[in-house]
């Protein structure tokens, strides 16, 4: 059974610039959550989608960012335009059933580097 | 405002060693502790959990020490190994924010054979 998946890796964007990060969860999940961890920090909640609804987004850090997950499969990210502090790593995970009664998969993180 | 608070920042142990790892917190409703362990290139993984009516669980060389009037956790790894090597995460959950998770900033831990 595949992970969850992130894409990209990695992107070096200029400040003023939009991103869009991209996460597959696992198949069957419907709940999806991002975090973001800021270098030497812990990581942060951001959001969290129950199928294509936002349960929680009190986490989002302002308006230059919007996440969607379009028919409860896949989800995007995006940040415009894009800031320096934006910089970290973002993680999204899945879980079956709300992830405090199970366990929450993490994908390998996308590494944003914002200069 | 930092919900959890993870302590050391780094640690490095001899191989065969005991690496300890604490965390504090101050929302009393949390109810679920874990702890994840990420490898560079990789994201978290759960490594070992407890909930707050027990005060340690085990799972092989893997030990959570719990207090809950301190409201301090621990991760104890015994006879710490050179795969051991990775970032530790603590974290907590209050059961009603529906799986959201607080971590704290994170252990580097270094094992040398």
């Known amino acids: 059974e595949a992970g969850v998946t992130q894409f990209p890796s990695h992107s070096v964007i200029e400040k003023g610039q939009t991103v869009t990060l991209r996460c597959d969860p696992i198949?069957?999940?419907?709940?999806l959550y991002w975090y973001r961890r800021v270098m030497g920090k812990e990581i942060k909640f951001l959001l969290h989608?129950?199928?294509?609804?936002?349960?929680?987004e009190s986490g989002m850090p302002n308006n230059r960012f919007l996440a969607e997950r379009t028919g409860g499969t896949y989800s995007t990210l995006k940040v415009q335009p894009a800031e320096l502090e934006d910089s970290g790593v973002y993680f999204c995970?899945?879980?079956?059933?709300?992830?405090?009664?199970?366990?929450?998969?993490f994908g390998q993180g996308t590494r944003l580097t914002v200069v | 405002q930092q919900q959890v608070k993870q302590s050391p920042q780094s640690l490095i142990v001899q191989k065969g060693g005991i690496s300890i790892i604490n965390c504090a917190y101050e929302?009393?409703?949390?109810?679920?502790f874990p702890w994840y362990q990420q490898f560079p290139g990789k994201g978290p993984a759960l490594l070992i959990a407890?909930?707050?009516?027990?005060s340690e669980k085990k799972e092989g060389r893997f030990t959570i020490s719990f207090n809950k009037s301190a409201k301090q956790f621990s991760l104890h790894i015994m006879d710490s190994q050179p795969g051991d090597s990775a970032t530790y995460f603590c974290?907590?959950?209050?059961?009603?924010?529906?799986?959201?998770?607080?971590f704290g900033r994170g252990t580097q831990l270094t094992v040398w054979p």
């Open positions: 995970a899945s879980s079956q059933v709300p992830a405090g009664n199970t366990e929450a998969f």
């Open positions: 929302n009393t409703a949390f109810d679920y």
């Open positions: 407890i909930r707050p009516d027990v």
């Open positions: 989608f129950v199928k294509e609804s936002k349960q929680d």
């Open positions: 198949s069957g999940h419907d709940n």
């Open positions: 974290a907590a959950r209050r059961g009603s924010t529906l799986g959201r998770l607080y």
